[in-house]
């Protein structure tokens, strides 16, 4: 979880101590700065990115409320005061939360907990697909990787050789190779791929598999170094 970059404005030093204290107990707060007064705040939002402030209302110079104001686009604000007739000023601010003091640490992470960053969530890793689904004779033919022995070009259409079965469909093999797992699958010719473990024997022209010779194409020699 990322930490939110916060800031103190507090005039008193006794209560930007205790809000000090309380910041430094939650995980996801990262406390970067205590000013005493709103024009030296400004500054340092001006150069650094912050994500929450907590803000008093009397401050020397500029008030919390006016200087409130002057920010086009404010991060998140948490008001912390002992006054509380400045509570509808602060929401039509919007405030994220009005804390009148003194408060106890329970308030202060109901607060804190309303500006708390959501966990990224990790997307659940795919499960690899073990088969696919080929147009064969106006049906869709579920075909498991792991039965395929090789596919053969067949001008417009790909015979795909399984250990149940042959089956013709309309696609190129290019088209075919592109749904097929790479690891598995290797074109060892212009027309043919070949399922790399089902390979029985080999040598620089021919590839055995199951009693069928299959050529290799003289520009794919390289390919049976990974077998």
């Known amino acids: 979880m990322s930490k939110l970059r916060c800031i103190?404005?507090?005039d008193e030093?006794?209560?930007a101590k205790v809000l000090s204290g309380y910041?430094?107990?939650?995980?996801?707060?990262?406390?970067?700065?205590?000013?005493?007064?709103?024009?030296?705040?400004?500054?340092?939002?001006?150069?650094?990115?912050?994500?929450?402030i907590f803000l008093d209302i009397h401050l020397p110079k500029l008030k919390g409320m006016?200087?409130?104001k002057t920010l086009l686009a404010p991060p998140a604000v948490i008001v912390t005061t002992a006054y509380h007739q400045y509570a509808v000023e602060g929401f039509a601010l919007n405030v994220t939360d009005y804390l009148l003091k003194p408060f106890g640490f329970e308030r202060f992470?109901?607060?804190?907990?309303?500006?708390?960053?959501?966990?990224?969530?990790?997307?659940?890793?795919?499960?690899?697909?073990?088969?696919?689904?080929?147009?064969?004779?106006?049906k869709k033919v579920k075909i498991l990787f792991a039965e395929i022995l090789y596919?053969?070009?067949?001008?417009?259409?790909?015979?795909?050789?399984?250990?149940?079965?042959?089956?013709?469909?309309?696609?190129?093999?290019?088209d075919i190779e592109a749904l097929l797992p790479p690891q598995a699958f290797q074109r060892i010719h212009r027309s043919f791929i070949i399922a790399t473990g089902k390979v029985d024997?080999?040598?620089?022209?021919?590839?055995?598999?199951?009693?069928m010779r299959i050529p290799v194409g003289r520009a794919y020699r390289e390919v049976l170094e990974r077998l």
């Open 8 to 10: 103190i404005i507090e």
């Open 13 to 15: 030093p006794l209560a």
């Open 23 to 52: 910041i430094q107990q939650v995980p996801f707060l990262d406390l970067q700065g205590i000013f005493k007064d709103a024009i030296y705040a400004s500054d340092y939002l001006r150069q650094h990115p912050t994500d929450l």
């Open 66 to 68: 006016a200087f409130l």
């Open 109 to 138: 992470l109901v607060a804190v907990n309303k500006v708390k960053p959501s966990p990224v969530e990790k997307p659940a890793p795919e499960e690899p697909k073990e088969y696919l689904f080929l147009t064969v004779q106006k």
């Open 151 to 174: 596919i053969e070009s067949q001008r417009e259409y790909v015979k795909i050789v399984t250990t149940k079965g042959e089956y013709l469909s309309k696609m190129g093999t290019q």
């Open 201 to 211: 024997s080999y040598t620089a022209e021919v590839v055995e598999i199951q009693g």
